[in-house]
């Protein structure tokens, strides 16, 4: 109950002080971060599991090791590359709750970051993101794959998707 009244009270602030506006801030760089990891985990993965499979081998030949390893290198990857924009995205989020807002746009914000910190202050806290990375998306997109391996064989499916 709570975990509840904190989240109202939070919303009916936002909307008080910044109306519908402020429900929405972050969305745009919050997109972007997404499109930019999926579309790059998913390749990464699709890349490992190929590698993995080789000119000669079939989808399902492949161990449940491999994809364990294909998803959560990738998931690491992913998290690697797209990480500045997780942290721009949070201060995007947080700006202005305590005064004035600082940044006008995400653009303006990671400029300022960069300026400030560099690309260390850019990818701080990484370490732990990578720490929860592959275990998280090495048991995510391999258990998918293995459940519609077990479902294509159920209908009598010879090779999944390959």
């Not at 904190?6 to 745009?28: F, P, S």
């Not at 491999?66 to 690491?76: D, K, N, P, R």
């Not at 990857?77 to 005064?99: A, E, F, H, T």
Request: glycine share 10%.
């Amino acid at each position: 109950k709570q975990w509840y009244q904190r989240r109202v009270a939070i919303t009916a602030g936002i909307l008080k002080t910044e109306g519908i506006n402020g429900m929405r801030r972050g969305l745009g760089i919050t997109v972007s971060r997404e499109l930019v990891s999926s579309g790059f985990y998913f390749a990464t993965y699709e890349w490992m599991i190929q590698w993995f499979r080789g000119p000669n081998k079939r989808i399902d030949e492949l161990t449940s090791m491999h994809m364990v390893l294909a998803g959560g290198i990738s998931g690491m990857l992913s998290w690697g590359i797209n990480y500045p924009i997780d942290v721009v995205k949070s201060r995007i989020q947080i700006d202005g709750m305590n005064g004035p807002r600082e940044y006008t746009s995400s653009y303006a914000c990671f400029k300022c970051m960069k300026a400030k910190t560099g690309w260390a202050g850019l990818y701080r806290g990484v370490s732990a993101t990578l720490m929860r990375a592959f275990p998280t998306n090495a048991a995510m997109l391999p258990a998918y794959s293995i459940s519609l391996q077990f479902l294509m064989k159920l209908k009598g499916e010879r090779e999944l998707l390959y």
